[in-house]
């Protein structure tokens, strides 16, 4: 997507307090583990940064990442003072990632859709490394079913890619929905959505 299509889509999100359904389930995961204590968190593609802000209200520190400038002002802009010490921001392209940093938590909503499928399956196993042991992944991903699938520079998966992508985590939570509606910018279309949690051992 161009960079001012990303820009208009922060402006009609960052009005969206309420985090992602996947990451709120990932955290009460987490919260009904003994002893549990919130550490360190990446949330890939933050967009404006609703996921990555209640990710630090709840606890955790946060490395944000992104593409885009504007969506790194849009979370700074949202960004209370008294947290800004638990967020590290990194303008980067997945693409050009090595690795990922070890953490308890990976968060990715609706981002690695936006990679081209050689991409996506580049980055993926740098995803599952990060996780420590006892870490969980939460995203959502865009099923083959979506209005978009012909689109060759983005990654539309299968039910049994899921499985396959999720082989070496217990998938803890799996939703799969299909409306037809409007989206942030788009007019109504069929979407086509994986929404996941899942720890690893
Ligand atoms: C649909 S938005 C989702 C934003 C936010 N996570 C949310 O749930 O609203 C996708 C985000 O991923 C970022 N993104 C897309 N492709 C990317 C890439 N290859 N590297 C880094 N960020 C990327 C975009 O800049 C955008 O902010």
């Keep these: 997507m161009s960079d001012s299509r990303w820009s208009n889509y922060y402006q009609m999100t960052r009005q969206r307090t309420r985090p992602r359904k996947a990451l709120l389930?990932?955290?009460?995961?987490?919260?009904?583990?003994?002893?549990?204590?919130?550490?360190?968190?990446?949330?890939?593609?933050?967009?404006?940064?609703?996921?990555?802000?209640?990710?630090?209200?709840?606890?955790?520190?946060?490395?944000?990442?992104?593409?885009?400038?504007?969506?790194?002002l849009a979370l700074i802009s949202s960004l209370?003072?008294?947290?800004?010490?638990?967020?590290?921001?990194?303008?980067?392209?997945?693409?050009?990632?090595?690795?990922?940093?070890?953490?308890?938590?990976?968060?990715?909503?609706?981002s690695l859709p936006f990679l081209d499928k050689s991409e996506f399956y580049l980055f993926w196993p740098k995803i599952i490394n990060s996780i420590s042991s006892g870490g969980r992944f939460a995203g959502s991903f865009f099923g083959s079913r979506d209005d978009w699938h012909k689109r060759d520079n983005m990654t539309f998966l299968s039910y049994a890619d899921i499985l396959n992508l999720f082989s070496k985590l217990e998938i803890e939570y799996f939703e799969e929905e299909e409306p037809n509606e409007a989206g942030a910018l788009d007019k109504p279309?069929?979407?086509?959505?994986?929404?996941?949690?899942?720890k690893k051992a």
């Design 189 to 198: 279309k069929h979407w086509h959505k994986y929404h996941i949690v899942a």
């Design 25 to 72: 389930i990932a955290l009460d995961q987490f919260k009904n583990e003994s002893g549990f204590l919130p550490s360190q968190a990446i949330d890939l593609g933050c967009g404006s940064g609703s996921d990555s802000l209640y990710l630090l209200r709840s606890g955790w520190r946060v490395t944000a990442m992104d593409s885009s400038t504007d969506s790194m």
């Design 80 to 110: 209370p003072l008294s947290l800004s010490e638990k967020l590290l921001i990194k303008l980067c392209k997945f693409e050009g990632l090595s690795f990922l940093p070890q953490v308890h938590f990976v968060n990715a909503s609706f």
